[in-house]
Each structure stands twice: as structure tokens, then as C-alpha cells.
């Protein structure tokens, strides 16, 4: 399968942990196919770690929990392809997953054919309790084999978190989508940091194979299995604005059974998605701009059509002022065009004197722009 667009979608680890069953995947479903995020694009639904008893069957088959889900999986995927959407799951490449459940180590064609059979679109596949004799790139293009020759086609997500550089060859196996971070929890300090951790990364980034900043922790406000203190809702819109600029899968993490409108907001704004799911997938870049500094991160990226989608983020805990020139976008003056832009969010226009842009943004808060080239009056 080659996925052109970064993946959207859903994943039950940041809110729900080992508290996963039918009902609340069935719910969710419903959710997803009704609220409109299925339209909007979020149509993988997907069950992370602890779903299957502590060991395998007289088969060496994996078994789901017959207490969290009494109809067995193959019963869930139904339902969740009745709704439209696709359905997930997860495994790892050691002998146990992260939580202690059975991995799929030297067990990967049998469970390949187990997944294909349950009818599972996605499959999630972490590091925990990987071999220390046999290398990470070979374990996923293990399962990478198995997976393409299962009969069915199946996303396969990497997630070794950029361990063992990742990068230099995710690209071998035939992985859709890479964890090119560690663990997202739902603190500023830990979107911070993954936003660092993929400052060198964005070379490997593209159509085919998607470097994955993990889920969102838009909406979980503190509560759920990764929620420590949480977020502002200015700080989840930041959030939601760097993963979508910077082409990251957008799988959504908290309990979208009882979000707030401030949620919904964020994670519904079409123009942002429409950045993320960009048809050219060109690379960001950053601008330098003036005066800035370290807590001020400005990208740029170009789009279809000809426009180039400009990113302010604020990182830090004070006020901080946008300056750049339009030159570092390739338009100095002395070519006689310039940009209209409206922020995204808020709807107000670009400030643009003198070929140089401006712009004030409140501590964590963001501002992106769809810029269109015009001439100078
Ligand atoms: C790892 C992964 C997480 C999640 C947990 C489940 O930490 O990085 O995304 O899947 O395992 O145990």
C-alpha cells in the first residue's frame, strides 16, 4: 500500500490505557461516524497496547480478552467497517509489548495472518522488549514481509520512537508511518520537546512514509492514562497547528464521547487539516526571521496552488513578536510580489511593511497563515 496522505484517525492509548472494551470501541465508532470526523478524514479507529490475554492459545495465536471484548475482534471489525471507518491494532516487535502483553517476536506471520483474518486495516508496532541480538531494522521489515503477504492490506505503523536511528531505514520495511519521538503525555514541556525532537527529521518526512510525532493530547485537560497536568485549550490549539503543519499523522487521543466545543474546534478546522493532508507533502522549512529567539519557531511550508502556508508558534511563557523578511520566503521586493494572508485562526490579516512581516502572538499561542502571491501595488 503507498499512503500519500499523513493518516488520521483515532487511538484509544492517551485517554483509555488497559481500559479498553467492545462498548467503548463501539461508542467511539459511532462517534466518529456521526460527529463528521470521520468526513473530515479521522477514519482509522484504533486499539493500542492490552487487548489480548497474557498468552497465546495451543495455536501460538494471540487471543483477544474475552472479558474486554466477549465477541472477539473479528466481531469489533465488523462493526467498526459498518460505521466506515477503518480498524487498528496494535503488537510489538519484542516478546512482550510495553504494557507486558505477548509481542509478536518470531511470531510475526502467524499473527500477520490473525490480524488479516479479524479483518484489521492498521497495525501499530511498538519496541518494547526487543532483541538485543537480532537489529530493530530487521524486525520490522520482518513483520513488514509478513504483513504484505498477509492477503490484505495493512497499514503498518512503526513506533520505535527514532530509537536505533529509525530513519536511516524505516524506509526498508513497509512502514506507512514511523514514531520519530518518544511518548507524547499531556504537559507543554512534553509537545515541546517532541516539536525539538524533529528538528533534524523533516528530510525523511513524506508521500509513503510519515514521520509520526505520536497522538494528540487535544482535549484530555489532565485526565486519562498520559494526562499529568494538562493543557490550555490555546496551548491544545499550538499543539494541534505544529503536528498538522509539520505533516504528522493526526490521531486523536482523548475521549471524543464527551469533548467540549473548544476541542471540537481545534481538531475539526478544516483549513488546518487541509495543510496536514497538503497533496505536494513538501518539506517545512524554518525561517530565521529577527530577534526571535529560542522560544519563537516560525516554518514555512509550500502547498498545492502555489501557496505557501506560514507557522508561528509561540513555545514560550512570554508575549513574543514574528519578524521575518518575505525574502527568506523568495520573495525579495525587488521582484515585485508580495502575500496576502489571513491567520487561520482567528481570521485577522498579515501585517506586511516594506517587504517585512510582523506579527505579536500571546505566550503558546499560534498563528498560521495560507499565504497567496500577489503583486506589489
Ligand atoms: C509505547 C508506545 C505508546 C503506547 C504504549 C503502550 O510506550 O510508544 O504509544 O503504544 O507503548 O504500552
Redesign the pocket.
Known sequence: MVQLTPPMGW?S??TF?EEINEALIKETADYMADSGLAELGYNYLVI???WSLKERDENHRLVADPVKFPNGMKAVADYVHSKGLKFGM?S?AGNL???GYPGSYEHEFIDADTFAEWGVDFL?Y???YHSNIVPGEILYRRMGLALENCGRDILFSG?S?GADETHKWIKTTAASMW?ST???FDTWESIKSLTQQQLELHPYNGAGCFNDM??LVVGMYGKGNVGLSGCTDTQYKTHFSIWAFLGSPLMIGCDIRSMNQATKDILTNKEIIAINQDPLLRQPYKIEGFWGGSDLLMYARHLSNGDIAIGLFNMGEKAATARFNLDELGLPLSLGKTITAKDIWTGEDAKILNGNFRWRLEPYDCAVFRAKLVDLA
Do not use: E
Request: one cysteine or more.
Open positions: 487511538n492509548w492517551n490505557g493500542d497496547d492490552c496494535y510489538c509489548t510495553c504494557a501499530k511498538d519496541y518494547c513506533c520512537w514514531r518518544g511518548d507524547i505520536d497522538m
